[in-house]
């Protein structure tokens, strides 16, 4: 426990599980008071239903949050979802539900959290982007453009909001172990296999925690980042920066 965030208040979208989870446990080791928004109840923190693509619920849990706690000066736009779609086969319908999700939601937090993150000078928004914003996968064309745009709008968001006295930076995970990848390792018969190779992938030898990013989300929300806005943050254990090459030259 520290006091890096003593008084401040956050909202973290879609923190009853996984990454969103470890970002509440987090900003509140650190002193934060922390509400968790999102669709599925959880026990941890205090709990408000929140539906990101609602404008009314947006609008409700920050109005909620304020007049309960008296500010607010965190958003963590954590909530996010992933399906697999060939550009063949990419729907409207379900390309309208990711954009809603992942992008949309986050922008309207922001919109509605502008004004009450001003009020006491230290702001901070942080955006849940992904190493999709920087490179795709086969069948990822609409989670990957929400997670580019992501990236897009936070420095945007940082140039219109640094004014108003509030930073906005996002974070790019890499590969976290989730419910969101879990697909990927339990369609094969050999999970520890799979995430053995997984680890082979990344620099540092292993897939990421979710407190890997929960931390970081701190350092972003805390006045230590106080110069950082606009800024995405890569946190993959080093996976981006080697091109792969084929197995069978064996390095
Ligand atoms: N797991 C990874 O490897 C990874 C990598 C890069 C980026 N990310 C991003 O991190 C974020 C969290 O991913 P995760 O792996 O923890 O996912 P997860 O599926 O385990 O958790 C997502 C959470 O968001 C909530 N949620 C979903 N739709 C919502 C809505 N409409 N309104 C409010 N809450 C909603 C869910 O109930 C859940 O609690 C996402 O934005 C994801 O794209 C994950």
Partial sequence: ???????????????????????????????????????????????????????DSITAIIDDVVSTHGRLDIVVNNAGIMFEKNIIDQDRASWDLMLAVNMTGPMLMSRHAAPHLAAHGVGAIVNISSIEGHCGNPQHVAYSSTKAGVQGMTRATAIDLGPMGIRCNAIAPGWIDTPLNATYVDSHPDRELVIDELAKLHPVGRVGDTSDVGDVAVWLASDESRFVTGQIITVDGGRTLRPTLPPVMGR
């Avoid at 446990?25 to 922390?34: H, S």
């Fill in 1 to 55: 426990m520290t006091d890096r965030l003593k008084d401040r208040v956050a909202i973290v979208t879609g923190g009853a599980q996984s990454i969103g989870a470890a970002i509440a446990d987090r900003l509140a080791a650190a002193g934060a008071t922390v509400v968790v928004g999102d669709v599925q109840e959880t026990d941890a923190h205090s709990w408000h239903h929140l539906d990101v693509t609602s404008e």
